[in-house]
């Protein structure tokens, strides 16, 4: 299984094929054992617009006009980078809300509800991940 398709299994009923790939470290966190699936959450973390997305869909489900309005980011990137993230498999669609013309509005949410990235001798990512909201 590719590192992608490891993000893409985080939360849901499939997570017993990720063992290889993460180890629990109890109440929700998660160590990230492979290399590479950790340098991806890395290079993600290190472009300010995905970063601002991430972190604000840590927070909750949002629309991307809500996303656009909290992180103050032009439209033309954000959606790029929606799709880069719905492609890697860090942010998901939640649902959707009906707007005033009856029109929906996907919302998004984010794996994780918070990470952590240390460096030291060694590099290190913890996840924490909200399986109520991860398998809904």
């Known amino acids: 299984m590719s ?7 985080i939360g849901t009923e499939e997570t017993g094929s990720i063992t290889h790939f ?4 109890g ?8 290399e590479h699936l ?13 970063r601002k997305i991430i972190v604000a869909l840590m927070n909750g489900p949002l629309n991307i006009n809500q996303i656009l309005k909290v992180c103050g980011l032009a439209q033309t990137s954000t959606y790029r980078k929606m799709h880069l993230l719905l492609d890697s498999g860090i942010i998901r669609q939640h649902g959707y809300l009906l707007t005033s013309s009856d029109k929906r509005a996907y919302t998004y949410y984010c794996i994780f ?4 990235i240390e460096f030291g001798k060694k590099m ?5 991940l909200d399986n109520r909201r991860r398998l809904s």
């Not at 950790?38 to 995905?50: K, N």
């Open 27 to 34: 109440e929700g966190w998660y160590l990230v054992t492979d």
């Open 113 to 116: 509800t918070e990470l952590k």
């Open 3 to 9: 590192a992608k398709q490891v993000l893409a299994n």
């Open 38 to 50: 950790a340098g991806i959450i890395i290079r993600l973390f290190s472009d300010y617009t995905t």
């Open 22 to 25: 993460i180890s629990e470290l």
């Open 124 to 128: 290190e990512v913890t996840a924490k």
